[in-house]
């Protein structure tokens, strides 16, 4: 597996400080199970937030997943040889999508899912940047426009040109973006 670093690396303190042993790398099938775990535990925090028909146990079962890494590429933090948070990174047409960025609960408020952010940000060839999230989950809109996103009035629109999801899910998900030079 090759190992990135996250633009570099950084001793110090701070939400951006890394250690030594912290990486971002490229998943690949051996790291199915562990991405499930990291998705499926961190999703736990929609249960009684979104709607019931939308919420399930598992959030995500392992062919789903499967499918999800067919079309894009996961990029895991790794924190001391153990993977702790995962971001999907889709080019779509013109633009890229930010997609299942997850952190354990335990690792949360470290700075981990701004750095796996910034690395797709990093990575992305388009000048739009997207990310798709369920309305109710405010933490995560707030995480997103804390990092320069902005919620897009015309989300029903770039989630069917862009997403595969069910109607509902349209229904109930907001999107924001980010337009960066390329």
Not at 86 to 98: A, D, I, S, W
Not at 150 to 156: A, E, F, S, V, W
Request: aromatic share 10%; net charge positive; glycine share 6%.
């Amino acid at each position: 597996m090759r190992v990135l670093p996250v633009f570099s690396i950084t001793l110090g303190r701070g939400a951006d400080a890394m250690n030594l042993g912290d990486s971002i790398k490229i998943c690949d099938q051996n790291d199915e199970a562990t991405i499930l775990t990291i998705i499926n535990e961190s999703a736990k925090a929609y249960k009684g937030v979104i709607p019931a028909d939308r919420y399930h146990e598992p959030y995500m079962p392992m062919n789903e997943l499967r499918k999800e890494m067919d079309t894009m590429t996961f990029f895991a933090f790794e924190e001391n040889g153990i993977l702790v948070g995962l971001v999907g990174y889709q080019p779509v047409k013109e633009v890229t999508l930010v997609r299942h960025l997850y952190v354990l609960q335990k690792h949360q408020r470290c700075g981990i899912g701004k750095k796996l952010l910034k690395h797709v940000i990093h990575m992305a060839k388009t000048r739009q940047i997207l990310v798709g999230t369920w309305e109710a989950a405010t933490w995560a809109i707030r995480f997103y426009e804390k990092n320069d996103f902005k919620l897009l009035p015309n989300k029903d629109e770039f989630l069917r040109k862009y997403w595969n999801i069910p109607e509902r899910q349209i229904e109930l998900s907001v999107v924001l973006g980010l337009e960066k030079s390329v």
